[in-house]
């Protein structure tokens, strides 16, 4: 009961911090794979940052149960899959937890999306009876790898703290967020004089 | 160009800028969200909960694709070979819908909603705009275009994230934070697509017609 109580909680957190960030909004999902609005794209990566330096902190000084991590595995349906997922981010505007919080908030197409997902998800369910014995399931670097240490998992840096590449990572990522612009493009908005209270 | 005007258009664009929060608010809370899943559960991840949704759709019309298994692993199997993959551990969702990750799918509807509540622009009004401006500018404001659109999507998303094993919640952000390298290399291919499709459909045509 304890873990359904936690569900609501961080699910609620999570849905309204995406629909908070703008990611539910298709207009600034495709603004920003546009290359336009690159507003999410510095949130998104300081998001990553901001949890990965937090994750190895808390492993590194105990506070963390490393059997809390999960990291998937890597096959050849990851590569094929990304790119199909891409495909479908780009001409929709939605991914599935974006489109479940559109949803939420009251968008039409986004309910669209999930009835699409639904169908998606259903035929794969079924294909996949077909699909597990195809070069698509072959296992890539060793499967559920890491780059750095994390206690469980096998990495590919071995000689060096997991912990201290991790946060250096993490620190870099906050810090492309930081140097990335806005907004990019500027020719490409009609040049159009705005009424002095929409400036910013 | 579609019906909507370019002062419109500018104006959306700005408003839509100041009603969100800003990157490094928005990147603390992001953050946050996915630190503590992890820190108080698992990592977060939505799509496997699409097929979950479907399996529970399905044993409506057909109660026999989910049984109760005491050989299985998670003491469930099924007649379907993904459902019955790793132990029956989709096909023990399907049969107990109240589990942790399916619930938290569910609360993200809430979240969204009360998010929804916060979204004003900067005269305080909320923003009710069902057509994205993206999609009105290239193609004018035709819905079923736009709800089509949204549903291929939506089949293509879902089976890709499925073959995949996980989508941009699963695998990009959580995946990275965790330095996983299916993570970096799903992150890679997903922009290296998304980028050329976006601009594909959705590129305005301004630059050309000046």
């Not at chain 1, 981010?89 to 986004?110: K, L």
């Not at chain 2, 890709?160 to 934070?177: E, N």
């Amino acid at each position: 009961m304890n873990d359904i109580l936690l569900a609501v909680f961080l699910g609620t957190l999570f849905g309204f911090v995406l629909q908070r960030i703008g990611a539910a909004d298709p207009d600034k999902i495709i603004s920003m794979l546009c290359l336009k609005d690159l507003h999410l794209m510095k949130t998104i990566l300081a998001g990553i940052g901001v949890a990965s330096i937090l994750l190895f902190a808390g492993m590194t000084t105990g506070l963390l149960d490393s059997g809390h991590l999960s990291v998937k595995s890597m096959y050849w349906g990851v590569v094929i899959g990304g790119i199909l997922l891409g495909i479908g981010w780009g001409v929709s505007g939605f991914c599935p937890g974006t489109g479940v919080v559109a949803a939420g908030s009251g968008r039409i197409d986004a309910l669209v999306f999930l009835f699409g997902g639904l169908v998606g998800a259903g035929l794969y369910t079924v294909m996949y009876g077909f699909l597990k014995s195809t070069f698509l399931m072959e296992s890539l670097f060793g499967g559920k790898t890491t780059l750095v240490q994390t206690g469980e998992y096998q990495a590919l840096l071995t000689s060096v703290p997991g912990w201290a590449v991790a946060i250096i990572i993490g620190v870099a990522l906050i810090g492309i967020a930081g140097i990335l612009p806005n907004t990019t493009g500027r020719k490409d908005i009609p040049r159009v004089v705005l009424p002095e209270r929409e400036r910013s | 160009m579609g019906s909507i005007g370019e002062v419109d258009e500018q104006l959306l664009t700005i408003r839509k800028q100041t009603m969100y929060w800003n990157w490094k608010i928005g990147g603390v809370m992001l953050g946050l969200s996915f630190f503590l899943a992890v820190a108080l559960i698992k990592p977060i991840g939505v799509s496997t909960q699409f097929v979950i949704a479907g399996g529970i759709m399905a044993t409506a019309v057909n109660p026999s694709l989910v049984q109760k298994d005491e050989k299985a692993k998670s003491g469930y199997s099924s007649s379907n070979a993904y459902l019955n993959k790793s132990g029956g551990k989709y096909a023990k969702a399907v049969a107990n819908p109240l589990n942790y990750s399916f619930v938290f799918v569910l609360s993200m509807f809430l979240g969204g909603l009360i998010g929804r509540i916060f979204t004003k622009n900067k005269q305080n009004k909320p923003v009710v705009r069902q057509m994205p401006v993206v999609h009105s500018r290239r193609f004018g404001n035709n819905a079923m275009l736009r709800y089509t659109l949204s549903f291929i999507g939506g089949v293509i998303v879902l089976w890709g994230a499925r073959l995949a094993g996980g989508c941009t919640s699963g695998h990009m952000m959580s995946g990275i934070m965790q330095t996983s390298v299916s993570g970096y290399l799903f992150a890679v291919a997903t922009f290296l697509v998304a980028i050329p499709t976006a601009l594909l459909f959705y590129k305005s045509r301004e630059a050309d017609n000046e």
